[in-house]
T-cell receptor, first 113, second 113 residues
Framework: KQEVTQIPAALSVPEGENLVLNCSFT??????LQWFRQDPGKGLTSLLL?????REQTSGRLNASLDKSSGRSTLYIAASQPGDSATYLC????????????FGSGTRLLVRP | EAGVAQSPRYKIIEKRQSVAFWCNPI?????LYWYQQILGQGPKLLIQ????????DSQLPKDRFSAERLKGVDSTLKIQPAKLEDSAVYLC???????????FGPGTRLTVT
């Protein structure tokens, strides 16, 4: 059974700092991995999607990497801003059910001005 | 392009009462998902529809939860009777087809007292 773990559960950093969020999964048989952002009272916004054949994806100040063999992904945020404060969730799509996303519990990020 | 719409945004009920949530997916999206997100956890899939047929409802507590998607567009999720542990955010998502990227609505926050 696929399980997704995110560490740390919460993180507080000063503005301008570069930071890394971690995601690990137990079964390497995945179609893709996706990082989402969730603001309080809002739905999920997709940030980056990495296919199983890819090693990384970049969008602006965000860079996500995928190491399928070790069951790990990282989300790197450069030059953090207070507007980056949100909960970040990672989700994998296992190969045994291509439609079902399995989510981690998220990392709650606070960027202090 | 309009996003996924959900209503109501917030609902407070007493245990043993019933409640219904409504979702309008992105136009043209054949696949619709209902997720339950308990505070501090990632979303968990409750049920998935392909057009108006159920693809997966393995994690839906069928003794109290029901969902329908008549005419393959809008969907309603009902809880009857509600329990305290049903307090959560209920997220609706849609995708063009099974396995395509999912787009999430803002969610309905349910509090059962």
């Amino acid at each position: 059974k696929q399980e997704v773990t995110q560490i740390p559960a919460a993180l507080s950093v000063p503005e301008g700092e570069n930071l890394v969020l971690n995601c690990s999964f137990t079964d390497s048989a995945i179609y893709n991995l996706q990082w989402f952002r969730q603001d309080p009272g809002k739905g999920l916004t997709s940030l980056l999607l990495i296919q199983s054949s890819q090693r990384e994806q970049t969008s602006g100040r965000l860079n996500a990497s995928l190491d399928k063999s070790s069951g790990r992904s990282t989300l790197y945020i450069a030059a953090s801003q207070p507007g980056d404060s949100a909960t970040y969730l990672c989700a994998v799509r296992p190969m045994d059910s291509s439609y079902k996303l399995i989510f981690g519990s998220g990392t709650r990020l606070l960027v202090r001005p | 392009e309009a996003g996924v719409a959900q209503s109501p945004r917030y609902k407070i009920i007493e245990k043993r009462q019933s409640v219904a949530f409504w979702c309008n997916p992105i136009s043209g999206h054949a696949t619709l998902y209902w997720y339950q997100q308990i505070l501090g956890q990632g979303p968990k899939l409750l049920i998935q529809f392909q057009n108006n047929g159920v693809v997966d409802d393995s994690q839906l507590p069928k003794d109290r939860f029901s969902a329908e998607r008549l005419k393959g567009v809008d969907s309603t999720l009902k809880i009857q009777p509600a329990k305290l542990e049903d307090s959560a955010v209920y997220l609706c998502a849609s995708s063009l087809e099974v396995g395509y990227e999912q787009y999430f609505g803002p969610g309905t926050r349910l509090t059962v007292t």
